[in-house]
């Protein structure tokens, strides 16, 4: 079974620039999420899309952060304009359900942004 | 206060060794905690899942749970310099549902 893909692996910008990040699921998986890893703490969930309807973006920053998931499968996260604060490992994640209990997150390799 | 609290270490320990790693959660409703390991540059992979009071083993890991006490640790027996890693908390949480992690332990096992 194929993993979470996401691409790029690793992207660097200039600050107020325009970056996109894209993440395709595990075959089947219902839930698919965006986590912001900044360096020395944990994953920050910033977006949790259930099919293609969000269920939670309540700490995605709106006014530069936006996130779509055509179709209900591959999603795209994209940070304009940039800000140096940006700078972080962008972690997707999915499961196959969106309930409690165990529901496993398996996730993908990551996207290293580094905002100059 | 921060909702799941781990220290951040680096915890040292000898090659065989057992390793103890700490976290205590805000959430007194929570029902699920989940350890995940991470490597240097890599992504987070789940280790353990504890849902009851007690403990669960699994191989040379165990998870422990006080759910009084609002705290879930990790042990190591055994420990390899193959488990050096970052070793994260999270806990689900009873309102949203979400995972909330802690900032992780940096776990050194020295050979």
């Known amino acids: 079974e194929a993993g979470v893909a996401q691409s790029p692996r690793y992207k660097i910008i200039e600050k107020r620039q325009s970056v996109a990040f894209w993440c395709n699921p595990i075959?089947?998986?219902?839930?698919l999420y965006w986590y912001q890893q900044i360096l020395g703490q944990g994953p920050k969930l910033l977006i949790q899309?259930?099919?293609?309807?969000?269920?939670?973006d309540s700490q995605l920053p709106k006014d530069r952060f936006s996130a779509e998931r055509l179709k209900g499968v591959d999603s795209t996260l994209k940070i304009q304009p940039a800000k140096l604060e940006d700078s972080a490992v962008y972690l997707c994640?999915?499961?196959?359900?969106?309930?409690?209990?165990?529901?496993?997150?398996?996730f993908g390799p990551g996207t290293r942004l580094t905002v100059l | 206060q921060k909702e799941v609290e781990q220290n951040s270490g680096p915890l040292s320990v000898p090659e065989g060794a057992i390793a103890s790693l700490n976290c205590t959660y805000s959430?007194?409703?929570?029902?699920?905690f989940f350890w995940y390991r991470q490597y240097s540059g890599k992504s987070p992979e789940l280790i353990m899942f504890?849902?009851?009071?007690g403990d669960k083993e699994d191989g040379r890991f165990t998870a422990q749970l006080n759910k009084a006490s609002q705290y879930v640790s990790l042990l190591i027996r055994d420990s390899q310099p193959s488990d050096s890693a970052t070793y994260l908390c999270?806990?689900?949480?009873?309102?949203?549902?979400?995972?909330?992690f802690g900032q992780g332990t940096t776990l050194q096992v020295k050979p």
């Open positions: 959430d007194r409703g929570s029902q699920s």
């Open positions: 504890i849902y009851s009071n």
């Open positions: 999270a806990v689900r949480s009873s309102n949203t549902g979400k995972l909330i």
């Open positions: 899309f259930q099919n293609n309807g969000v269920v939670d």
């Open positions: 075959s089947g998986h219902a839930t």
């Open positions: 994640a999915s499961s196959l359900v969106m309930a409690g209990g165990r529901n496993e997150q398996f």
